[in-house]
């Protein structure tokens, strides 16, 4: 860690933004020597309100959806002066801006195979602007757009596999992350920026008036997320997965943290479908820890 | 020139953001600290400073009293307490 701080106080973020925290953890991993992209969504509103700013690196506000492109300009251009190998570029946003409207910016910065480390934060909803559904948002969740009724429980479609996604694209580094776990934050920021050409890591950030809980419990409910397998920590190095093992708890205990979820706790049907969510989860990436005797 | 732009870095400690604070503040007892760190790696505000054990301290000024801190200390040594109405109108 560098002694100059990179990400300091006085950002406007709400108590407990898991966003604030997932951020800072990002850019002290990633040293001083990096320029930050950034979508439109809440942490550029709230690290960078004018005339000040909360990074003491260079940071550039893109448009809502063209991050990745803003980001593969600054990388080509550090190319030209032969700057490239000493400088990382980051490229970040909310999950909004990055699996639904930046997408097809995003892809092309992959495809291209620029050099730059593409950071997703996933709240889970389009923040910003008051809680709407995202591709990101997990099913039976209570948004804006996706409200409660009498013939609703929430968001009726299951997260969009961002991870699947970017491993498709044949890049060489895929992670996801959890504000839960910093050191595995950092440990993974730092392996993906040692390693040539685009990468991905996409990290699970609680947000406390978004999914309505405490804002101290900010980490206790990312680890449950982890915990559940509804959020896995996964690894793809050149296609290769590895994943961190859980002993699954059930996902009850992750759905009453939140008010978001309030809703289905005495719908067992719903639970049920958001146990089958872990349960695939778990299989899929082979969670489960193997008890040694 | 494209519209604003923010040519000073590192300049948003111009916001006092502890003055958000409603409920509660953390107190650093400093008496079984045993320096993890793990109160300035999960603070949101970066506004915990410190390097030797039961040396910890907040600034106050910034920090919005979400908790974080107290929760994650594994020697229980930061608490939460009512705000106090006095010393914050001081600060
Ligand atoms: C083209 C365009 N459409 C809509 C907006 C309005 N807008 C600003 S931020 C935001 C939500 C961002 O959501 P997300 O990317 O998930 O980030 P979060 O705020 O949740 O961190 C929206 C819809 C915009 N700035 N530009
Ligand atoms: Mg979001």
């Given at each position: 860690m560098d002694n100059k701080p990179l990400f300091i106080a006085g950002h406007t973020a709400c108590a407990g933004c898991g966003q604030s925290l997932a951020a800072r953890?990002?850019?002290?991993?990633?040293?001083?020597?990096?320029?930050?992209?950034?979508?439109?969504?809440?942490?550029?509103?709230?690290s960078t309100a004018f005339p000040e700013s909360a990074w003491n690196v260079p940071f550039i506000h893109s448009l809502f959806e063209n991050c990745a492109a803003v980001a593969s300009g600054v990388e080509a251009a550090l190319k030209f002066?032969?700057?490239?190998?000493?400088?990382?570029?980051?490229?970040?946003?909310?999950d909004g801006g990055t699996a639904d409207i930046g997408l097809q910016a995003l892809s092309g910065m992959w495809e291209r195979g620029h050099d730059i480390l593409y950071v997703c934060y996933d709240n889970e909803a389009y923040m910003n602007t008051g809680i709407q559904r995202s591709g990101l948002t997990p099913f039976a969740t209570n948004t804006t757009t996706s409200p409660i009724a009498e013939k609703s429980f929430g968001n009726p479609r299951p997260k969009k596999p961002m991870p699947e996604i970017a491993n498709a694209h044949g890049i060489p580094y895929v992670?996801?992350?959890?504000?839960?776990?910093?050191?595995?934050?950092?440990?993974?920021?730092?392996?993906?920026?040692?390693?040539?050409?685009p990468k991905y890591i996409q990290i699970h950030v609680p947000c406390p008036l978004g999914w309505r809980h405490e804002s101290a419990l900010t980490i206790d409910v990312a680890k449950l997320a982890v915990e559940t397998g509804l959020y896995p920590l996964i690894e793809y190095e050149n296609g290769k997965l590895t994943a961190r093992q859980i002993q699954p708890k059930p996902v009850e205990e992750y759905l009453k943290t939140q008010g978001r979820f309030k809703h289905i706790l005495n719908n067992p049907e719903a639970i049920k479908q958001v146990q089958e969510v872990a349960d695939r989860n778990i299989q899929k990436y082979g969670l489960r820890l193997e008890k040694s005797a | 020139?494209?519209?604003?732009?923010t040519t000073k870095p590192g300049t948003s400690k111009?916001?006092?953001?502890?003055?958000?604070?409603?409920?509660?503040?953390?107190?650093?007892?400093?008496?079984?600290?045993?320096?993890?760190?793990?109160?300035?790696?999960?603070?949101?505000?970066?506004?915990?400073?410190?390097k030797e054990k039961n040396a910890y301290y907040c600034e106050y000024f910034f920090c919005k009293g979400c908790g974080l801190c107290a929760n994650i200390c594994p020697k229980k040594d930061i608490l939460m307490i009512e705000e106090d109405k006095e010393e914050k109108e001081k600060k």
């Open positions: 953890l990002v850019i002290e991993a990633a040293g001083a020597n990096t320029i930050v992209a950034n979508n439109t969504g809440c942490l550029e509103v709230f002066l032969g700057k490239k190998d000493t400088t990382n570029v980051i490229a970040q946003g909310g992670a996801t992350a959890s504000a839960g776990y910093p050191q595995d934050i950092q440990r993974k920021v730092k392996k993906a920026i040692s390693i040539k050409g | 020139m494209f519209g604003p732009l111009a916001n006092k953001t502890g003055s958000w604070r409603v409920k509660s503040r953390p107190k650093f007892l400093q008496k079984n600290c045993i320096g993890c760190k793990m109160c300035t790696v999960v603070c949101p505000e970066n506004c915990i400073v410190g």
